[in-house]
T-cell receptor
Framework: AQTVTQSQPEMSVQEAETVTLSCTYD???????LFWYKQPPSRQMILVIR??????QNATENRFSVNFQKAAKSFSLKISDSQLGDTAMYFC????????????????FGTGTLLAVQP | DTEVTQTPKHLVMGMTNKKSLKCEQH?????MYWYKQKAKKPPELMFV???????INESVPSRFSPECPNSSLLNLHLHALQPEDSALYLC??????????????FGPGTRLTVT
């Protein structure tokens, strides 16, 4: 069974600084997908970034980037130039691949990291 | 800013009531999902529909009954719920996992309170 672990329940960062959120996972699969989702207070869940396990290059989306270490089963999220709007719960999630080379439907979430950006 | 809509936003129901949650997506997605989320916890998968057929039921109690009338709509029928069923119910959709379009997009949720 796959598991996702986020060891930092809460973090705080000053506006304009950089912060890194940790995520580790456990799987015996070779084909899988990793995601970071953001859920602001009382607002909907938004996909921040995704990474395919077969890709060596780390994914980036504007101020958000990941450090994907496949051998270590680590998938951390770096937020650069933090903004007040980045305040949210961040969930790391895992999805196994299927035998056709695509993905299964089942997202497995970590317990989340509550990030507070301070002015 | 969302293309997955959910109604109602809030729902209060008694344990003997029957109610339904509705979800609609306008992205042409062929997979739709129901999740349950308790406060400060991650979402828990309940049901998955793929091409309008139920493909995953995560051992959800029968007092929750999903329905997918067409590829754009997803309902969750509620009956004889318990107070511990109070939670945020999230709907999500994805394009087609068979074609590597697997990102799930979430709706804003329905906050359910069972009294």
């Amino acid at each position: 069974a796959q598991t996702v672990t986020q060891s930092q329940p809460e973090m705080s960062v000053q506006e304009a600084e950089t912060v890194t959120l940790s995520c580790t996972y456990d799987t015996s699969e070779n084909n899988y997908y990793l995601f970071w989702y953001k859920q602001p207070p009382s607002r909907q869940m938004i996909l921040v970034i995704r990474q395919e396990a077969y890709k060596q290059q780390n994914a980036t989306e504007n101020r958000f980037s990941v450090n994907f270490q496949k051998a270590a089963k680590s998938f951390s999220l770096k937020i650069s130039d933090s903004q007040l709007g980045d305040t949210a719960m961040y969930f790391c999630a895992f999805m196994a691949g299927n035998y056709r080379g695509g993905a299964t439907n089942k997202l497995i979430f970590g317990t989340g990291t509550l990030l507070a950006v301070q002015p | 800013d969302t293309e997955v809509t959910q109604t109602p936003k809030h729902l209060v129901m008694g344990m003997t009531n029957k109610k339904s949650l509705k979800c609609e997506q306008h992205m042409g997605h062929r997979a739709m999902y129901w999740y349950k989320q308790k406060a400060k916890k991650p979402p828990e998968l309940m049901f998955v529909y793929s091409y309008e057929k139920l493909s995953i039921n995560e051992s959800v109690p029968s007092r929750f009954s999903p329905e997918c009338p067409n590829s754009s709509l997803l309902n969750l029928h509620l009956h004889a719920l318990q107070p511990e069923d109070s939670a945020l119910y999230l709907c999500a959709s994805s394009q087609d996992v068979q074609r590597n379009s697997y990102e799930q997009y979430f709706g804003p949720g329905t906050r359910l309170t069972v009294t």
